[in-house]
């Protein structure tokens, strides 16, 4: 095992396999030897979430939380705080955040001030959930981040934070699986099938106009459809649990584990209005999603959204009642 080959000054050989079920889920023996390469030089621990393995559409990246960077300059016994960001609005919309890291060099307090503006930092619509919701706080860790980096650059360089590296999105597309749900709400599945056409054959149907490919990457808008419902049902204030409800969605695109189906369904009875969020993702996109996805894409979206749903108790009831899906 990977504890056995490998030795690390911050991590004992019994956090190892403790780190591989609870934090790394599904990382293959060299991403787990990565991530625990830079958890360790960087003095980051996995356990108390300073440091995130984060893997989308079979992708692996590594997160630092902003207390990550916090602790690695506190390490240095030269910070000592930084400032409240001090914000630009339009509307009481944030446009810019600005953050002053104070360290002691050489005796002298030095102050080290950056600026993170929306326009750069912002991952759009797809991805922005929490943005939205929380556009202060997210774009003010930005530009703590910043600051902190620029500030102890020896120490932080090529870290980023999960805000950071939120509007880089994934190269890679999410290849949907197959799903056969079942479970789910009947009422749900008659919303999202409302003024959709029953795909078949041309030799059934005759309407070869069903197949005329799409004017837009039919592909990347059932991505990106996906990301909104992801990011509507992870919907939680606390940034540890969010980051893992994301994980596991994005896991079951490729194979629904035992694991991953009792996390998310233990979250999905703690969370219940997140039912009531996703659903109201789908009405507000649901023409946009389906003028522009080849029909194949928009069958496997619908199967995915029930999926979700049916992750919820049965007796929550869908939300979908005045206006179909």
Known sequence: MTKNLTKYDNITPD????????????????????????????????????????????????QT????????????????????????????????????????????????????????????DAQGFMWNKMPHTMLGKCAEALALRKAFPAQLSGLYTGDEMAQAGDNDPNQAKEINPTKGSEQLKVALTEKVQVFATDEETGFEDIITPPKVDSQKILDEAQTKLDEAFAFCENEE???????????????????????LTNFAKTYRPNQELFQNVAKKYKDEWRENMIPEHYNKLYTYMDELNHFFPDEVIPVVHEEVI
């Open 65 to 124: 939380a902003i207390d990550g960077f916090r602790a690695i300059a506190d390490r240095t016994g030269q910070y000592i705080g930084s400032s409240d960001p001090v914000f630009e609005e339009i509307s009481n919309n944030p446009v810019k955040a600005t953050v002053t890291v104070n360290k002691v060099v050489a005796g002298v307090v030095g102050n080290f001030t950056a600026t993170a503006r929306w326009s750069e930092y912002y991952p759009g």
């Open 241 to 263: 649990i969010h980051h893992n409800i994301i994980n596991n969605l994005n896991d079951i695109k490729f194979e629904c584990t035992e694991y991953n189906t009792e996390v």
């Open 15 to 62: 956090q190892v396999d403790l780190i591989k079920s609870q934090i790394a889920v599904g990382a293959t023996d060299d991403e787990l030897k990565l991530f625990l390469h830079v958890a360790d030089k960087s003095g980051l621990d996995p356990l108390s979430k300073q440091i995130y393995f984060i893997k989308r559409s079979g992708k692996m990246t590594i």
